[in-house]
């Protein structure tokens, strides 16, 4: 397996620009995680979804950003409108359930100028 | 819930010394944990776990760590460091029979110097 795929590694986007951010997890995995790295806030769960279900939401700052996940291959999260302050990097993890780790991918670097 | 404190953000140490980074973690239910590496510009790979059993777990490139449940602790080590082990090291928690979410500490940055 090719491990998780995130596209695209480097974004970078005017304010008010909707941005996509797409992740592809490792066959199998019924777990997918999306995570925020800053230097101020360090790493961030923002989403995760179960068997394509979102199960806890409580770390999406807030109504701009939305994430799916239409099939157990491929999820999304969109920023619209983006903000300066949304600049960091997001990862994607998926992980094959109890006592298994998650596996991350390389990560999106946003650059919201 | 659950919370991760790593107690150093940045461990500088000689290149073939030892090291120790240090992670104390908070719940109130049994716990996994979990430490992961992360080079420059690169994702999280994992280097070791602890889910149960023995409460040393040796992990990937030399590295062990060694849960202690009465100090609430999980502190990663290696006997003799190298150059390539530059890095930010991550300790992180999940509720035992949990399937949920990683709770990660703020990161040690080690780096190793010739």
């Known amino acids: 397996d090719a491990g998780v795929i995130q596209s695209p590694r480097h974004e970078v986007t005017e304010m008010g620009q909707e941005v996509t951010l797409r992740c592809k997890p490792i066959s199998g995995h019924d777990y997918l995680f999306w995570y925020r790295q800053t230097m101020m806030r360090g790493l961030e769960l923002l989403i995760y979804f179960n068997n394509n279900v979102p199960i806890d939401d409580s770390g999406m700052p807030e109504d701009r950003f939305s994430a799916k996940m239409p099939n157990a291959s491929f999820s999304t999260l969109k920023i619209q409108p983006s903000e300066p302050r949304d600049s960091a990097v997001y990862f994607c993890?998926?992980?094959?359930?109890?006592?298994?780790?998650?596996?991350f991918g390389q990560g999106t670097r946003l650059t919201v100028v | 819930a659950q919370s991760v404190t790593q107690l150093d953000s940045q461990v500088p140490v000689f290149e073939e010394a030892p090291v120790e980074l240090r992670c104390n973690y908070s719940s109130s239910v049994s716990v996994y944990l979990f430490w992961y590496v992360q080079y420059p510009n690169q994702g999280l790979q994992l280097l070791l776990k602890y889910l149960s059993g023995s409460t040393l777990v040796k992990g990937i490139n030399g590295f062990e760590a060694e849960f202690n449940k009465s100090q609430t602790s999980f502190h990663l080590r290696k006997p003799s460091v190298h150059i390539s082990d530059t890095a930010e090291y991550f300790c992180a928690v999940r509720a035992a029979g949990s399937a949920r979410q990683l709770t990660f500490g703020s990161g040690t940055q080690l780096t190793v110097l010739p």
């Open positions: 993890a998926s992980s094959g359930g109890v006592g298994t780790e998650a596996f």
